[in-house]
């Protein structure tokens, strides 16, 4: 069993920048590939970015390649998401998710444990 939080999310205006952080319990940590997931209000919770359990693939989805930046420090058991550039349309309910087993990256079913999420609002 694996618990999540995030934390990291606020208001901000758009061009500004963010780091959301998502710390995990256990002792498995680094066996687990991570993820990021957003959902805005009245839409289906969609993919951001996700790593492998080493760190050594990343993925993004392509509205915020080049904006964001997921990476994990496997010794304090937390992964991050830098949000650069942001845009009105980053406004949502970012979430944290994990998985111990062959899925997809990319799915909301590729993953068995997912954090609260913590709210970014980006003004314009």
């Known amino acids: 069993q694996v618990q999540l939080v995030e934390s990291g999310g606020g208001l901000v205006q758009a061009g500004g920048s963010l780091r959301l952080s998502c710390a995990a319990s256990?002792?498995?940590?680094?066996?687990?590939?991570m993820g990021w997931f957003r959902q805005a209000p009245g839409k289906e919770r969609a993919f951001v970015a996700a790593?492998?359990?080493?760190?050594?693939?990343?993925y993004y989805a392509d509205s915020v390649k080049g904006r964001f930046t997921i990476s994990r420090d496997n010794a304090k058991n937390t992964v991050y998401l830098q949000m650069d550039s942001l845009k009105s349309e980053d406004t949502a309910v970012y979430y944290c998710?994990?998985?111990?087993?062959?899925?997809?990256?990319?799915?909301?079913?590729?993953?068995?444990?997912w954090g609260q999420g913590t709210q970014v609002t980006v003004s314009s």
């Open positions: 998710a994990a998985a111990n087993s062959l899925g997809s990256y990319y799915a909301t079913t590729g993953y068995d444990y």
């Open positions: 256990g002792r498995t940590f680094s066996t687990y590939r």
């Open positions: 790593i492998s359990w080493s760190g050594g693939n990343t």
